[in-house]
């Protein structure tokens, strides 16, 4: 017998804060059951449970996620993801359109925008 993944869990200040910013960012809904100051909220389209703890962020992550825009392209992307909250953390996008945009969420884990499958010619 094996194991599956059921969640990718995220440590956090503020579980239902972060998880709303990721909402947003993937154009999924929180689990119907979250509000503001709950422990946990869950997109559970994304498998992506936020979890409320004492600790803050203190070194770079070291696992990430990395984003294909589906509707537009990276740049877009990272324009509306920038509106949303996220820093701008490193630019490796290059003059030729490779190469990807790293940014941060609202409580400083990295994430990467890539190119969209059009862009890749895919």
């Known amino acids: 017998?094996?194991?599956?993944?059921?969640?990718?869990?995220?440590?956090?200040?503020?579980?239902?804060a972060l998880g709303s910013?990721?909402?947003?960012?993937?154009?999924l809904p929180l689990h119907e059951d979250d509000r503001p100051g709950d422990p946990e909220a869950l997109i559970e389209g994304a498998g992506l449970l936020f979890v409320t703890?004492?600790?803050?962020?203190t070194v770079k992550n070291r696992v990430?996620?990395?984003?294909?825009?589906?509707?537009?392209?990276?740049?877009?992307?990272?324009?509306r993801l920038l509106g949303l909250g996220?820093?701008?953390?490193?630019?490796r996008r290059?003059?030729?359109?490779?190469?990807?945009?790293?940014?941060a969420d609202p409580e400083g884990n990295e994430f990467c925008v890539e190119r969209s499958a059009a862009e890749r010619g895919e």
């Open 94 to 103: 290059r003059a030729d359109g490779t190469g990807w945009a790293v940014l």
């Open 53 to 57: 703890v004492p600790e803050a962020k």
């Open 1 to 16: 017998m094996t194991s599956r993944i059921r969640h990718v869990t995220v440590d956090c200040a503020d579980a239902h």
């Open 86 to 91: 996220a820093t701008l953390v490193d630019d």
């Open 21 to 27: 910013f990721w909402s947003a960012a993937l154009g």
């Open 64 to 79: 990430h996620f990395d984003l294909q825009p589906q509707d537009r392209g990276r740049d877009e992307e990272v324009e």
